[in-house]
């Protein structure tokens, strides 16, 4: 960042392209998130067989009410369209991870369930996993530099929704 060309937050609604600067921090910023994200993602399946998208169903349906969510609010969850996540669902349920099952206060719903096998691979992931957040994330930030970052991502979010 140059001394003449400053960032300038809150800069919504202006119709400029964003300046050299601004691109090269941007790029900064999805190349080091979409190099974390693979580190995590190998990691997380060579040391317990699961995919993120798998965990990331695991993780929902574990903090779920009896380990049960409808499909449309799992898909909310995860972020996924409700395609995408009939699909992997499908795959999951083929490994014994979740079933589905009737809906009880809906005959046109279905639950999507975590399985006993399901929470066992989650928290024998859950380990290894959070190990790789505190060695590739974590431990590279000093507390400052954390506090920075959920308040970045918190303005993010925000200005996203």
Known sequence: MT??????????GTRQSPTADELRIWRGFIETAQALNTRLSSRLHEESALSPGDYAVLLALSEADGRRLRSSELADAVGWERSRLSHHIRRMEGRGLIRRDDCAVDYRGAEVVLTDEGARAFRSASVPHLRAVRELFVDALTPAQLTQVEELTAALRTALR
């Open 3 to 12: 001394q003449d060309t400053p960032l300038r937050p809150g800069r919504a």
